[in-house]
């Protein structure tokens, strides 16, 4: 996972808008359902999976939640398994658990958009060069159309000039038709994931319908800004 940015999301509306044409378009879920659908299976993932291996059958849902360590995961886990039934819960969860934007859209707690589009305005990076400890700012402005989109994923990657690539993400279940203004920021503090060495850092920002890079139905990349910042010694 991606580790070390700090995100700050701004002014960013995630109100409800227009629907698009109903073969592909589901209104299904909200931004409260849907966000905790998501953070509940990208946490329970591997304590459900583990839960229903060692049930062998499951037979119904509290059976399958009461095995997880947490209430507010048991009640959760309830509430989804309930409203899908829990042959179709155990199939998602086995099948799709690694993608929890599209194991909750099968949950039906997510919504879909195959017909959004966006487009990258503007993709700005302040300042281009610091020192360690300097926090960079990164601001994208984009434009939505056809939306509101589906259930996605606003997402930060950060290329060091050497090292493996870092970033972070935040889901949405949909942004509104319009324009709209995100910034992200990074503190350039070394640690032991990142030492934030000398050298150019590429930025790339993303838009997606459901997680960036996935390959499952309804995912998929709307529109990306690019840019650099240098850390100087």
């Known amino acids: 996972m991606y580790k070390t940015l700090f995100v700050v999301l701004v002014a960013l509306a995630l109100a409800a808008s227009a629907s698009a044409a109903p073969t592909v378009v589901s209104d299904l879920g909200n931004p409260t359902t849907c966000e905790l659908c998501v953070e509940f299976l990208s946490q329970a993932e591997n304590e459900l999976l583990q839960a229903i291996l060692q049930l062998g059958i499951v037979d119904s849902c509290g059976d399958l939640c009461g095995l997880l360590p947490s209430r507010l995961e048991g009640t959760v886990c309830d509430l989804l398994c309930d409203y899908i039934g829990v042959t179709e819960f155990v199939k998602i969860i086995q099948e799709h658990s690694p993608d929890p934007i599209y194991a909750c859209q099968l949950l039906k707690q997510c919504s879909i958009n195959d017909n959004a589009k966006a487009n990258m305005i503007d993709f ?28 996605g994923e606003l997402a930060l990657g950060v290329q060091p000039p050497q090292g493996m690539p870092f970033g972070d993400g935040a889901v949405n279940d949909g942004i509104p038709n319009g324009e709209h203004t995100v910034t992200f920021s990074l503190k350039a503090q070394p640690n032991e994931q990142e030492p934030f060495s000398a050298g150019t850092y590429e930025v790339e920002f993303a838009v997606c319908n459901g997680i960036c890079g996935a390959t499952k139905p309804h995912s998929a990349v709307l529109a990306v800004g690019k840019g650099s910042f240098r850390i100087e010694q």
């Open 124 to 151: 700005v990076v302040a300042p281009k060069v610091g020192q360690q400890g300097t926090t960079f700012t990164f601001g994208a402005t984009f434009n939505v159309t056809n939306g509101p989109t589906g259930a």
